[in-house]
């Protein structure tokens, strides 16, 4: 079972950029599909994007499509989320999940094996 390991949150204004990282270990990164979703206070879990193990397809929230980029790199064990434009609204703690199979998107959280700690992302207006 592959462990995960988020890092690369902050404290940023309106209209910056942040970079998240998800390390892997333990497993065979390339074998899951991988996801963004974020929580904030009192809200559910949110699908923010998706990924699958060859990086051939891609799925994102409408509200953040044209402003984040997902991709991975399956030797260095690591997904990413490119996050720019950020607006206040994008505030929350953000976790990878791994899913399978590794060829199909999946938004529903329920379809996640492994979650990381989190990593809070603020976006002060």
């Known amino acids: 079972q592959v462990q995960l390991a988020e890092s690369g949150g902050g404290l940023v204004q309106a209209g910056d950029s942040l970079r998240l990282s998800c390390v892997a270990s333990?497993?065979?990164?390339?074998?899951?599909?991988m996801g963004w979703f974020r929580q904030a206070p009192g809200k559910e879990r949110e699908f923010v994007a998706a990924?699958?193990?060859?990086?051939?397809?891609?799925s994102y929230l409408d509200s953040v499509r044209g402003r984040f980029t997902i991709s991975r790199d399956n030797a260095k064990n690591t997904l990413y989320l490119q996050m720019n434009n950020l607006r206040p609204e994008d505030t929350a703690v953000y976790f990878c999940?791994?899913?399978?199979?590794?060829?199909?998107?999946?938004?529903?959280?329920?379809?996640?094996?492994?979650w990381g700690q989190g990593t809070q992302v603020t976006v002060a207006s």
């Open positions: 999940g791994a899913s399978r199979p590794r060829t199909l998107l999946y938004r529903s959280p329920g379809r996640y094996d492994t």
């Open positions: 333990g497993g065979t990164f390339s074998a899951y599909g």
């Open positions: 990924i699958t193990g060859s990086s051939t397809s891609t």
